[in-house]
């Protein structure tokens, strides 16, 4: 496997060793926050998180222990809201966020409190996404072929050879279904996974560059600065772990 595909696999997959942790996931709660089910989720959200039953003992700090549950539940419905096609950069910013807020909390009611908040805004950010999906099929699996491979340098000719249609078809469908062209969808989706892996993982430009599939290191520089206003590098001088929930905010 290239060294891209590598870095970009390791960068989806950051969150294993959270999820190894013994845990039963409750498939209906998950999967009704990933459909944005929000009165489901205010359903099975109003049993405190201090009440739960078969919560494992992770730690013998209780106020600990409760915060591990959280991280562990948080880490999950990012994973689970991406397969239900958030991108994965809002996902993980959202997850950061409520993660850094559970970890200064003083009190195991304050990680309980924020427990259905963070399922709320997921739920609610899910049936947004639902509104604003496509309507065609041939554009929602190529934006699903782009989701997948952000590693590689995608073109119009490999979309629409994945959809069977011709080039100028698709073209046409794909602006009319999401108000942009292909390449700009794909550029700004780049943009967004990059600003995600500068703030939060410490790979180097060149690496996150080469990962997202920019022919030259200056190619993604200028790309990024004209769709950011700033450089990589002061991006990351700015905002490394240092996210705020307002970035993401519809």
Not at 100 to 120: I, N, S, W
């Amino acid at each position: 496997m290239l060294k891209n595909e590598l870095l970009y696999r390791e960068f989806i997959q950051r969150e294993d060793e959270i999820l190894r942790a013994a845990y039963n996931p409750e498939l209906e709660f998950y999967s009704a926050i990933k459909l944005g089910n929000i009165k489901r989720v205010e359903e099975l959200c109003a049993e405190s998180l201090l009440d739960k039953q078969g919560l494992g003992k992770l730690s013998e700090n209780y106020l600990q222990n409760i915060k591990y549950h959280f991280v562990i539940t948080t880490a999950i419905v990012a994973r689970y809201c991406i397969d239900g096609g958030m991108p994965v950069a809002k996902s993980y910013t959202i997850s950061d966020y409520y993660i850094q807020k559970a970890d200064r909390a003083k009190t195991p009611e304050e990680v309980a409190l924020l427990h259905p908040k963070m399922c709320l805004d997921y739920a609610k950010r899910m049936r947004n996404l639902k509104k604003k999906k496509v309507s065609s099929m041939p554009v929602a699996k190529c934006i699903e072929f782009i989701y997948d491979n952000l590693h590689k340098r995608i073109t119009v000719e490999m979309l629409a050879e994945h959809t069977g249609l011709t080039p100028t078809y698709l073209s046409r469908i794909f602006k009319k279904d999401t108000g942009v062209s292909i390449s700009e969808y794909i550029q700004a989706f780049k943009i967004e996974t990059a600003c995600n892996m500068l703030i939060c993982s410490d790979y180097s430009i060149t690496d996150i560059a080469l990962t997202l599939a920019f022919p030259s290191q200056s190619y993604f520089n200028y790309v990024f600065k004209k769709r950011m206003g700033e450089t990589p590098k002061n991006y990351r001088s700015s905002h490394f772990r240092q996210t705020k929930i307002d970035a993401v905010k519809e």
